[in-house]
């Protein structure tokens, strides 16, 4: 019997610390100049995603299913454009673009959502859609 329970337990343990990995999550990526790129993914959990991207093409996107989802999208000069879809509980989303032609789009489906973004000198552009219940949006736009 507690041979049994013991063989269980070290079964359980060794099962969730694979597991572990795949719920932790978390991407984490710099880069600097030329053909920036990124993309996304993720399901489940708290994940992360945060990007910062410093000039030419940037581009970034993300993507997050269930769980406390937090992704950060930050560019500084050059083509930028953004992007963060979040479907889940407690996810928020930011973006910040400095310089050349913007483009954000973060779009938020669940509940206690956040978004927020600035957007500084030259063209341009946002589109934050939430849906759910206690959503906040806070964006700050400068567009000569």
């Not at 099962?15 to 053909?35: E, L, R, T």
């Amino acid at each position: 019997m507690i041979r049994k329970f013991i063989i269980t337990a070290v079964a359980a343990t060794v099962i969730a610390a694979s597991a572990a990995p795949a719920m932790a999550g978390g991407i984490h990526i710099d880069q600097s100049g030329f053909g920036n790129q990124v993309g996304g993914g993720q399901s489940g959990w708290n994940h992360s995603f945060a990007t910062k991207q410093t000039g030419w093409w940037n581009k970034a996107v993300s993507q997050q299913f269930g769980g406390n989802n937090v992704s950060a999208i930050g560019q500084q000069g050059n083509n930028n454009y953004g992007d963060v879809y979040q479907n889940g509980w407690n996810n928020q989303g930011g973006v910040g673009q400095f310089g050349d032609n913007h483009t954000a789009v973060i779009t938020q489906d669940g509940n206690g959502n956040i978004a927020a973004g600035v957007q500084v000198g030259n063209n341009c552009n946002a589109n934050v859609t939430q849906n759910g219940s206690g959503n906040v949006t806070a964006f700050v736009q400068a567009c000569p």
